[in-house]
């Protein structure tokens, strides 16, 4: 990313430091308990009331480098790079929200979301990565994954769902498997959207006062909720053990749902950017090609 | 649709007549030629400068729409309805540009997209619904189709890429297909974006002209321009023979993108609003819930 330290007023100006080294998960050992979850690290603008106005001036911007990704991938299948982000939190930490107003600014032409729920009888059946594998973008995509094969390292590991010898060989298959998306050339953006237990029940509460979000209230949310700091002990080992600079963690402070969607966004936006892709050159002989239209 | 004949200068009224009805193909004979591809029927606005406002101020009804339809889908999978819109019309007729400004308006979580390309050696060795059935939408999402099994009698009939009796064969087989998705609760719009030879010819010159856009231009466009006629006659054909009121084609003058892009959000908004659909009750007992959460 271009670091821009405007002077002056400008509302629009990018953090000082890029996103990506606000975010950044600690290398080594990490407690998300010291990570602050009502913060708005990098916003560059005032608060909740210009946040959608910041989000959207990002816009442009991304419609320009998703394109630039989009083109690449049409005209260069071999080589093309191909971004996934990764999103990750407890209940109600929006990742629902960010898709939609994040991920929701980009051409939809551009996207391949998949959500993983509990896994079927087949996906059980499978290696756990075998469902991954077949939810991944192709050139030039942005895949997008509400929640992952991390679920694999934190429900597994909370609910005991596979034996501590499998869980603790899952940590290296991650690493393993992530760098050799690096190596085809994916963009692994992971994150963490990291609320607090007392967010949490006020979103809860939120879907048992309103009759228009009854639907998205699930008893079992309570029981997950009882075992908030099994499930926050799970998350630091999972940012530990699998947090290379190839492939890093970013633990995005959602507690304000407005920072965490212009955050999203402005991740895939220095992500891309950094890609500093060009538009494809023609492939065919456009003089050629404009005498022939011509003739029709 | 509620049809609302609003005094004044509302800039956001609705069409007097329900767009549905303005822009359905007619029943019986139809001829493409006859139909004005410039015109902008049930326009509520001034014209492009209040196009991209006109279009926005359908977003909050249509963001509930589409939130309610997939509510239904979770709470209810065995009764929930589905729409697919269907997108057709000669290259540079603007599919993508659709998709990208109509369906980019809706929660990318309530999308499934597929566009389909020349089948491959495996869909070739199918029945041609084969790969359509696997990309249907399941309850309570919208699909959208960039092209469909309409090509296998576009495309299908123009290059001789199957017996004349096969191409005869498959409108009937499509009337029964696209009848029991009908049945099975799907609620299918068909989108011809009708452009005109001149409006095409301009735009592949744009692709020539400016290298961000060479990207687009394929040379073999132009052999399919040169086949125009070949190509309206079999839209004709298949309009007039795959046209039932249940599931029905829409005509939407495409040489003006920004009523495109305007209509194509309006027969969503128009077709969604009228399967009047409710939140979801709770199938939980929320005092109850409300009690078990303040625990916590």
Redesign the interface.
Known sequence: MQQTARMGNNRTKHAESPLSELLRAPRGSVDLRAIDTNDAPGYPGDGKEDADEQRESLEPELDDLQERLY?QG??NPETAPRLLLILQGLDTSGK?GA??HA??MV???G?K?T?FKAPTEEERAHHFLWRIERALPGVGMIG?F?RSHYEDVLIGRVENLAPPDVIERRYDEINAFEAGLVEQGYVLVKCLLHISADEQ?AR??ER?DK??K????N?GD?GT??KWDAYLDAFNVALERCNPDSAPWYVIPADKKWYRDWAVTELLREKLAALRLE????E?D?EE??R??AE?
């Open positions: 083109a049409k005209v629902g898709i939609r991920v929701g051409d939809p032409q996207i979301l959500a997008v509400d029940k809860l509460q048992l009759p228009d009854h639907w998205k209230y008893p309570l909720r009882a538009w494809p050159k023609a065919f456009v090609e404009k022939r239209l029709t």
